[in-house]
């Protein structure tokens, strides 16, 4: 057997689940069993890439990763994970496949909701959106503090939807952070809120549904999306195929958790007040939105995204 252990997020799974090939032609003739994060099982058992899965906090998972004795076992960690952290250079899913010696392949990494599932998310979305118009989908965390947008922002962003365009907008998250905080979030105006009440698999079928996701770096995002970047660069955490616009300040210190010397941010703050995160306007993510909706007259006092659109793809 051959178990393979990773925490984190939605991300975190994806980028390892793109190193299962690498891991299997080592290991031929292994059994693979992924302890996966929580709430991410049934995700990634969708992905068909595993023998099997069980969730870091449920009982069996948490007997497997502290007492079972399985030989090989791997725990992939992230370069700022090391004492002492170091820089993260490489894209997420190559640093897990550095960590693990072997090559990455992001393009095997396909998700495939369940048709029950599906059925159910297409059922409890036509009670919101019985007229079957555009649906956007927003996600503004919470996350490490540095890479959250302001609630304000938000606020300002769900107004100038209801007023530009017919779309519906859901907000969906949980009320825990990435550190584990309860940190309850900002209601945005007009936007239905299904706040802490998907699953992650159900949150893959929502976005079938969506004409645009609007997302900080966090889990959602690495599977449809416009992202709102600042201390994260994009290019090293978004699935390189993924279809999407990325939204960034123009600071120059953009992208600093990846410096040589160690990132200039710390989770729950920066020496700049994250001008970088809050440089980025709703007129700005707007500009993005409207692309994604083919929002015709978009023209809010010149309206600029500061980062051109990227060719991301998603399946």
Known sequence: MLTLLRLGGVGDLICVLACIAGLRARHPNSWLLLISPPGCGQLAASSGLLDATVEANSLVGKL??????????????????????????LHLADEFARALGVTA??????????????????????????????????????SWPVREWASQRW????????ARTPAIMIKIGIDLDSMGRVRPSTPIPNAVDWTNQLEVIEIAALLEHASVFVGI??????????GLFGPVSANLRLHPRARGTVVAGKVDCLGCHHRPTGHLHWKTGCPNDIACMREITAKDVFAAVADHLGAGDRSLEAIEVPHPASGYNVH
């Open 64 to 89: 497997m990763a502290r007492h079972c004795s399985m030989s090989p076992r791997y725990r992939p960690l992230l370069p700022d994970e090391h004492d002492p952290p170091q820089p993260q250079v």
């Open 105 to 142: 392949d992001l393009s095997g990494v396909i998700f495939r909701v369940p048709g029950r599932t599906r059925r159910r998310l297409t059922r409890r979305l036509h009670k919101v959106n019985p007229r079957q118009q555009p649906v956007v989908v927003l996600h503004p965390g919470p």
């Open 155 to 162: 606020c300002e962003l769900a107004e100038i939807v209801s």
């Open 217 to 226: 770096d966090s889990g959602p995002l690495h599977i449809a999306a416009v």
